[in-house]
């Protein structure tokens, strides 16, 4: 992978460590998925990216996080901070499944 594409993944990354985790999705259950979870599956594959490539197993963490965030999306958009917070995440998630 390119050097840029590991630069962005990173400059991305750190951007999104200064967000805070949203407060009403401790709260929520879009579609029955527990957003605390995915929200840590999701950033520590793409932590794990940042170190080198991915096992299948994180493979296909991230293919099926990125679908459940993309499932959910809809259910978060009456809160802007999570939907910001989750559309953020995705898109880490889909840099680092390039890596």
Same mark, same amino acid.
């Given at each position: 992978?390119?050097?840029?594409?590991?630069?962005?993944?990173?400059?991305?990354?750190?951007?999104?460590?200064? /967000?805070?985790?949203?407060?009403?999705?401790?709260?929520?259950?879009?579609?029955?998925?527990?957003?605390?979870?995915?929200?840590?599956?999701?950033?520590?594959?793409?932590?794990?990216?940042?170190?080198?490539? /991915?096992?299948?197993?994180?493979?296909?963490?991230?293919?099926?996080?990125?679908?459940?965030?993309?499932?959910?999306?809809?259910?978060?958009?009456?809160?802007?901070?999570?939907?910001?917070?989750?559309?953020?995440?995705?898109?880490?998630?889909?840099?680092?499944?390039?890596?």
């Amino acid at each position: 992978m390119s050097d840029t594409h590991n630069d962005q993944l990173a400059t991305l990354w750190q951007g999104f460590l200064d /967000l805070p985790f949203p407060q009403s999705c401790y709260r929520r259950s879009p579609a029955g998925e527990d957003l605390v979870l995915l929200d840590s599956h999701l950033a520590g594959c793409v932590s794990a990216a940042l170190t080198g490539p /991915l096992d299948e197993r994180r493979r296909a963490a991230l293919r099926t996080g990125i679908a459940t965030v993309h499932r959910i999306l809809p259910e978060l958009a009456d809160d802007p901070e999570a939907a910001d917070y989750f559309t953020r995440l995705r898109e880490l998630a889909v840099l680092a499944g390039e890596r």
